[in-house]
C-alpha cells in the first residue's frame, strides 16, 4: 500500500514548509478561460487532488478534504468529499475558494490534518455557515453557501491551509 507520507506534505519536512505556511496563488481564470493548455494544467492538479483523497494510504484515515497545501501544490484549489465512505462518494473542487461570509454559530469541534498528524485531535471553534465564493472545473463562478452538513467545517480547513494558517496557529 502507498504510504500517506510519500504523497502529503507533512510540517516535520523543512522542504514541506513554504508549501503549509504560505498564501496559494489563484488560478488566473482569465487564462483558464482563453487557453486550453493553460486550462489542462489545472484541471490536472484537479486530478491530481482528487485522486489523493480517494485513493486511501497507510498512515492516515481518507481525508474529509484536501488543499493543494498538502498536495504540495501551488494553485489556490481545495476539494471537499461528498457522501464520504458511500457508494456514490465523489470530490467536489473548488477553484479559488474564498470565504466570503461568516454566519450561523461559532461551534467548538475537534480537527486533525493530514499535514500534521497529531496524536489528539485539538479543539477550535469554526463557523456552522459559510458563504464560498469559487470557480469549479468548467469554470462557472458560484457564491454558495454551505452548512456543518455540507462541509462548511472541511472548506474553513482547507482554505485555511492554502493561507498559510494550520490549526496549530489558533
Ligand atoms: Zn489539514
Do not use: W
Given at each position: 500500500?502507498k504510504?500517506?507520507e510519500?504523497?502529503?506534505?507533512?510540517?516535520?519536512?523543512?522542504?514541506?514548509?513554504v508549501?503549509l505556511k504560505s498564501?496559494?496563488?489563484p488560478?488566473?481564470?482569465?487564462?483558464?478561460?482563453?487557453?486550453?493548455?493553460?486550462?489542462n494544467?489545472?484541471?490536472?492538479q484537479?486530478?491530481?487532488?482528487?485522486?489523493?483523497?480517494?485513493?486511501?494510504k497507510?498512515?492516515?484515515?481518507?481525508p474529509?478534504?484536501?488543499?493543494?497545501?498538502?498536495?504540495g501544490?501551488?494553485?489556490n484549489?481545495i476539494k471537499?468529499?461528498?457522501n464520504?465512505?458511500?457508494d456514490?462518494?465523489?470530490?467536489?473542487?473548488?477553484?479559488?475558494p474564498?470565504i466570503?461570509?461568516?454566519?450561523?454559530?461559532?461551534?467548538e469541534?475537534?480537527?486533525?490534518?493530514?499535514s500534521?498528524?497529531?496524536?489528539?485531535?485539538?479543539?477550535?471553534?469554526?463557523s456552522?455557515?459559510i458563504?464560498v465564493?469559487?470557480f469549479?472545473?468548467k469554470?462557472?463562478?458560484?457564491?454558495?453557501?454551505?452548512?456543518r452538513e455540507?462541509?462548511?467545517?472541511?472548506?474553513?480547513?482547507?482554505?485555511?491551509h492554502?493561507?498559510?494558517?494550520?490549526?496549530?496557529?489558533?
Amino acid at each position: 500500500m502507498k504510504k500517506h507520507e510519500d504523497y502529503i506534505t507533512h510540517i516535520n519536512n523543512s522542504e514541506d514548509n513554504v508549501y503549509l505556511k504560505s498564501k496559494h496563488f489563484p488560478v488566473n481564470m482569465r487564462l483558464f478561460q482563453t487557453s486550453p493548455e493553460y486550462k489542462n494544467i489545472i484541471l490536472q492538479q484537479c486530478n491530481y487532488i482528487r485522486e489523493l483523497c480517494l485513493d486511501v494510504k497507510e498512515g492516515y484515515k481518507k481525508p474529509h478534504g484536501m488543499s493543494s497545501a498538502n498536495a504540495g501544490l501551488a494553485f489556490n484549489i481545495i476539494k471537499i468529499t461528498k457522501n464520504r465512505l458511500q457508494d456514490n462518494e465523489y470530490c467536489k473542487i473548488l477553484i479559488n475558494p474564498r470565504i466570503v461570509e461568516y454566519m450561523g454559530d461559532l461551534v467548538e469541534t475537534t480537527s486533525n490534518c493530514g499535514s500534521i498528524t497529531l496524536e489528539n485531535s485539538i479543539k477550535l471553534k469554526r463557523s456552522s455557515e459559510i458563504i464560498v465564493n469559487y470557480f469549479d472545473e468548467k469554470g462557472n463562478e458560484f457564491v454558495e453557501l454551505f452548512t456543518r452538513e455540507t462541509g462548511a467545517f472541511t472548506i474553513q480547513h482547507e482554505v485555511d491551509h492554502n493561507l498559510g494558517i494550520l490549526i496549530t496557529d489558533y
